[in-house]
């Protein structure tokens, strides 16, 4: 019976000054989010295994914490919001005809393995941009993404994009069996340019391929990788890729952000739904990415209402640790004040408790202990 006193493995408590706060960090991303004009929507915890089954592309399916209804239907914990949000979006707006902005805050569960580390309940808080394929939704949603760094109190941090059709494209050209592309995924997400090497040679690629592959994982740095990518090949679909990227960069310029824009052509997502940009957010004090985000033109495929469209999604529980251990500042409320009463002053404590919360003041009453 002891074990009802703690919590399972991966979850935990969170209470007084630090759940203040997480509710203060919160507020502040979400004035953000209210500032480009996002809207908000909430899914439910939990939804249809076919949300997140392995055609869309999400988690792993031993990853998902699965479950039944009444009716035998296979359920799941939310263990990411985009395709939630997508299914929503397809159910009640229409994307083909005006643009959908949608915000949301909640729960997200996955069932990763213990000795990560990783807290298998964490909250997030992100944003949809469904029915837009401009670069300017692209320079958008990174702006939204340094802006609410910057509010959390972060100084020191960097957005660091990459390009999944620049890789793609490359891919199709290469034309490897299943196991060769994940292998090579694998690879290149793990900057193991000897793998990569090893990889192409025995895959008998063009000279020209094989080189823009054994690049990728050293392909990371200011904007000046973008010439470095465009000349490592003549595929024109991996050159429009560059391209895109060039045009965001420019409009990152008019936000005046662009210094904290890293490109990186090594950034090969495990998420299947990413086409175009992705992009991850990252400071000193952890290794893990505070933001992750990207487009994913064809997910509402699966939900039946096809719509360009773009997201990212803030980790807010490491986001608050990282604040901690850079020991930077964060707002939490202040104590209440406290009115002691006994049998005698009770009446009046109550009044001029009445009287401080109509002003807005936090007040406590706390009866005086009695002697024994």
């Given amino acids: ?85 997508s299914r929503a979006c397809a159910t009640y707006f229409n994307p083909d005809q005006e643009v959908v902005t949608l915000s949301y805050t909640g729960q997200a569960f996955i069932n990763s393995s213990s000795y990560q580390g990783r807290l298998k309940e964490t909250t997030q808080m992100g944003v949809e941009r469904i029915g837009d394929n401009s670069p300017e939704a692209d320079a958008e949603l990174l702006a939204m993404t340094v802006e609410c760094l910057l509010r959390s109190g972060l100084k020191e941090f960097q957005v660091s994009v990459g390009q999944v059709d620049y890789y ?11 196991d060769a592309e994940e292998r090579l995924r694998s690879l290149i997400s793990q900057k193991n340019y000897f793998g990569v090497e090893d990889l192409t040679d025995e895959q008998n690629m063009k000279p020209e391929l094989a080189k823009a592959f054994q690049s990728l994982p050293h392909l990371f740095g200011s904007y000046d990788v973008l010439e470095k990518a465009r000349n490592l090949t003549s595929n024109i679909k991996a050159i429009e890729a560059v391209e895109r990227l060039e045009e965001i960069y420019e409009i990152l310029k008019i936000y005046g952000y662009e210094k904290y824009i890293s490109f990186d052509f090594g950034m090969v997502s495990k998420i299947q739904y990413y086409t175009g940009i992705i992009f991850q957010a990252y400071t000193y004090g952890t290794g893990e990415p505070l933001v992750k985000g990207g487009r994913y033109n064809d997910l509402l495929k699966h939900f039946g209402k096809p719509a360009a469209s773009i997201g990212f999604v803030i980790m807010v529980d490491s986001l608050l640790t990282v604040l901690c251990r850079q020991k930077i500042h964060v707002e939490s409320t202040p104590a209440p004040v406290v009115i002691t009463y006994n049998n005698s002053t009770r009446k009046n404590a109550i009044i001029e408790a009445q009287k401080l919360r109509r002003q807005g003041t936090s007040v406590a009453l706390r009866r005086e202990k009695e002697d024994c």
């Fill in 1 to 85: 019976m002891q074990r009802i006193f703690h919590t399972p493995e991966g979850v935990r408590d969170i209470y007084n000054e630090e759940c203040s706060q997480k509710h203060h960090l919160e507020q502040e991303i979400h004035q953000v989010f209210d500032s480009y004009g996002y809207s908000e929507i909430e899914t439910p915890t939990f939804e249809f295994f076919e949300v997140f089954s392995r055609e869309v592309g999400t988690v792993p399916s031993r990853n998902l914490y699965k479950f039944f209804d009444r009716e035998g239907n296979t359920l799941v914990l939310r263990p990411d919001f985009t395709p939630s949000v």
């Fill in 168 to 178: 793609k494209s490359l891919l199709t050209e290469a034309d490897l069996d299943e």
